[in-house]
């Protein structure tokens, strides 16, 4: 099966009168509504040690640290050049531009805050979190592919896209490798593996170095942001550098569980 050779969807859903509501903006949507009920849900079994209200506490927590970690994380690690020059642009969100490792930074400052407002383990609400955040990611990079954004480097396999923006030639759709990996790969795995009780950061770091290794692998076909090219050995990205401490720190806490 392949997919059509150019990109089909429109990044508008849906317009009311001068409001045009935006894929991009839905998905965040429905990566938090299917983050809220997958807590919601694992909260709810025996022993779980959570109550519904501090999963919606929590949660809000998280919502506000990937926003604002994401949005300020690409302003930083990507086009700061830019942004000093029109910072205006820092509100548009709704036309991309949103890091997964500024967003990262960003929830394990409001998970830190939350957990020590409740007095509880940094690694429990992380650990919690982890299996929740892998279908946000799913949709977060369909929406980068609806928006025609982070595609591929040119090539000839039959499910390649056009992308309006990237010339003519058919792309690999790096945006749904991502999904695959990241999201659906990456959710069975970690999801499965927190099913049984684990040492406190065990969770954590499965879901840390297995993100890491996803988006490192999945870099070597996407073409790195245009202002930034690459930064060494003409392959690796900004995207690769970031990874290297993440998966460094997940493999870490998962050696840590054996201790």
Known sequence: M?????LPVDPVA???????IRWYGL?????????????????A????????????????????GVILGGR??????????????????????????????GGLLGVIAALAIFARMRGLSFLK?????APLVPPGLFFGRIGNFINGELWG???????????PGAGSMPRHPSQLYEAGLEGLVLFVLVWTYSARPRKNGAVSGLFAAGYGVARFCVEFVRV??????????????????LCLPLIAVGACLLWRKTQ
């Open 27 to 43: 998905m965040y949507l429905f990566g938090f509504g299917t983050g809220w009920f997958l807590g919601r849900r694992r909260a």
């Open 14 to 20: 849906f317009s009311l009168g001068s409001l045009h």
């Open 125 to 129: 609400v992380t650990d919690f979190v």
């Open 45 to 64: 079994l025996p022993n779980s040690g959570w109550q519904a209200a501090s999963v919606d506490d929590m949660l809000t927590c998280a919502m506000l």
């Open 2 to 6: 392949s997919l059509p050779n150019f």
């Open 153 to 163: 480097k040119v090539s000839d396999v039959p499910w390649a896209v056009v992308f």
């Open 224 to 241: 790195p942001d245009s202002q930034l090219g690459y930064l060494a050995f003409g392959w690796l990205t900004m995207g690769q550098v």
């Open 72 to 101: 300020f994380g690409y302003v930083l690690f990507y086009d700061l050049a830019a942004y000093v020059r029109e910072p205006w642009e820092i509100l548009r969100i709704w036309n991309g531009g949103m890091s997964f490792h």
